[in-house]
């Protein structure tokens, strides 16, 4: 280990490296990590280059900077509304976090996010390997236009990288599946992973490729943080270092050690045009309908009346559900599954999901936070307890999503929890699944009072026709 630090120190030394770090660590939120138990205090910032070696002489292993771009960082505090923090940031960044067991599936997901990139003119990104097993790809803010839809782009985070994530992913699907299985037969792939079948394929039986490779957007919400370009990965103890794009097919794992390190290739430049406006605009368009879907608060359940045998629709709003209503038994299979805990990867969509469920239920804060504390417990390994904090804490400053629609394959399916009942068959999102059920119980209830007041209706005209 003495002989790791002083390697370390000798990397944080670098002034070539300082400088390539400060850049990058501009307007942002940064914090260092001691050797991932736990992590410098936020907010704060790298001023000068040799604040970065004096960390590491301190015990700070790694450096970790924000998506996001602030006027002043170290205004920044917690429980901020989400007006304050768009008052406060000035731009943002739209990070694409690619990753997997495989570094051979995180390579060809990014090569193929790269010619993505090219095709809608974006020319000034970024490229890094992550540390480990995977690769961000970063298009700096002074791409993008300066509003879209009259409303300016940097209050439009975090909707608006989890758009352009999910438009690229969309993007690349076909041929992304097409690249994997060119080498593997799906076979193969499940004795690799040790998958099964159906945790591989989508609803209709084809290879669904992000079962092996994630293009993160779980993470991006407001002040998560990425590794800093040139920062140590303590697991791998390779290097976040940049890499050119043309060279991505080139890149082996040796490039990252620290003895190898070189400088020579610039993480990314500032572009002198919106060039990524065109990519903005068919992301935002081609998400918009899903997005609206996706935030809409409002539920419609139908079905038969099981005492008129006619049919019956309500419409009603997320705010409407009356969480004293809701028992356990209620929730869906997924849910009931998800509680017990994850066995394997999978942890942060889990919180995801289970958040967003609860706060369409409506419980309090302090509900939710005794039922994800008591979910984290069951993990095989628990989340920080910092990080779902923050998690929760972004949670309540914002209006909240709809859980995963259910033919959402990178969630339910892929997390193995899929397990429909006969309720399922018409449901389409967790959330319709509890309130169908809340809506049910309380027409029996009413129905089972007009029955009740027919029958003593009846009684009451069968003695009057007696007498």
């Known amino acids: 280990m003495a002989q790791d630090f002083e390697a370390l120190l000798k990397h944080y030394a670098r002034?070539?490296?300082?400088?390539?770090?400060?850049?990058?660590?501009?307007?942002?939120?940064?914090?260092?990590s001691y050797n991932m138990k736990s992590f410098g205090r936020r907010p704060d910032i790298l001023q000068y280059p040799s604040d970065i070696f004096e960390l590491a002489r301190k015990g700070v292993t790694s450096f970790h900077v924000s998506e996001?771009?602030?006027?002043?960082?170290?205004?920044?505090?917690?429980?901020?509304?989400?007006?304050?923090?768009?008052?406060?940031?000035?731009?943002?960044?739209?990070?694409?976090?690619?990753?997997?067991?495989?570094i051979e599936y995180s390579q060809i997901t990014s090569y193929l996010l790269v010619e993505a990139l090219k095709l809608y003119g974006v020319k000034c990104f970024g490229l890094k390997f992550s540390g480990r097993k995977g690769f961000h790809i970063i298009i700096p803010f002074e791409a993008f236009p300066k509003?879209?839809?009259?409303?300016?782009?940097?209050?439009?985070?975090?909707?608006?990288?989890?758009?352009?994530?999910?438009?690229?992913?969309?993007?690349?699907?076909?041929?992304?599946?097409?690249?994997?299985l060119k080498d593997q037969k799906i076979?193969?792939?499940?004795?690799?992973?040790?998958?099964?079948?159906?945790?591989?394929?989508?609803?209709?039986?084809?290879?669904?490729?992000?079962?092996?490779?994630?293009?993160?957007?779980?993470?991006?919400?407001?002040?998560?943080?990425f590794r800093s370009v040139y920062s140590i990965n303590e697991k791998s103890w390779l290097v976040s270092i940049p890499i050119d794009p043309e060279k991505l097919n080139e890149f082996k794992l040796r490039d990252a050690k620290i003895q190898n390190v070189k400088t020579d290739v610039p993480f990314f430049k500032i572009p002198k045009t919106e060039e990524a406006r065109s990519?903005?605009?068919?992301?935002?368009?081609?998400?918009?309908?899903?997005?609206?879907?996706?935030?809409?608060?409002?539920?419609?359940?139908?079905?038969?009346?099981?005492?008129?045998?006619e049919n019956t629709k309500k419409e009603f709003k997320v705010e409407d559900i009356d969480n004293s209503l809701v028992k356990e038994e209620y929730?869906?299979?997924?849910?009931?599954?998800?509680?017990?805990?994850?066995?394997?990867?999978?942890?942060?969509?889990?919180?995801?999901?289970?958040m967003n469920f609860f706060k369409g239920l409506n419980y309090s804060q302090a509900a939710i936070k005794e039922k994800i504390g008591d979910w984290n417990k069951k993990?095989?390994?628990?989340?920080?307890?910092?990080?779902?904090?923050?998690?929760?804490?972004?949670?309540?400053?914002?209006?909240?999503?709809?859980?995963?629609?259910?033919?959402?394959?990178?969630?339910?399916?892929?997390?193995?929890?899929?397990?429909?009942?006969?309720?399922?068959q018409k449901i389409k999102n967790p959330l319709n699944y509890t309130s169908k059920k809340i809506w049910l119980e309380k027409l029996n209830k009413k129905n089972a009072k007009k029955k009740v007041a027919k029958k003593t209706t009846k009684k009451k005209v069968s003695k009057k026709v007696k007498k």
């Open 15 to 32: 002034k070539d490296i300082q400088e390539a770090m400060i850049e990058l660590a501009k307007d942002r939120e940064v914090t260092g």
């Open 68 to 102: 996001e771009r602030w006027s002043n960082p170290l205004q920044i505090r917690t429980g901020m509304t989400r007006k304050e923090l768009d008052q406060l940031r000035c731009g943002w960044d739209c990070v694409l976090d690619i990753d997997s067991p495989y």
């Open 147 to 180: 509003e879209v839809g009259r409303k300016p782009i940097e209050t439009m985070f975090p909707e608006g990288p989890r758009m352009i994530a999910d438009f690229l992913g969309e993007k690349i699907y076909s041929k992304l599946s097409e690249m994997i």
């Open 187 to 225: 076979e193969e792939i499940c004795k690799l992973t040790k998958k099964p079948m159906e945790e591989l394929t989508d609803s209709q039986g084809n290879f669904n490729p992000f079962s092996v490779v994630d293009i993160d957007t779980i993470l991006i919400s407001s002040r998560h943080l």
């Open 279 to 309: 990519l903005v605009i068919a992301a935002f368009d081609q998400s918009r309908e899903k997005f609206i879907a996706e935030k809409k608060s409002t539920i419609v359940v139908e079905g038969k009346d099981p005492f008129s045998e």
């Open 331 to 354: 929730y869906p299979p997924c849910i009931k599954l998800l509680l017990d805990g994850s066995s394997e990867d999978g942890r942060k969509r889990s919180l995801f999901i289970l």
């Open 379 to 424: 993990n095989y390994e628990p989340l920080r307890e910092g990080y779902v904090i923050s998690q929760l804490n972004s949670l309540m400053r914002g209006s909240g999503n709809m859980p995963p629609n259910c033919k959402n394959d990178a969630y339910y399916s892929s997390l193995r929890v899929c397990k429909p009942d006969n309720f399922c």
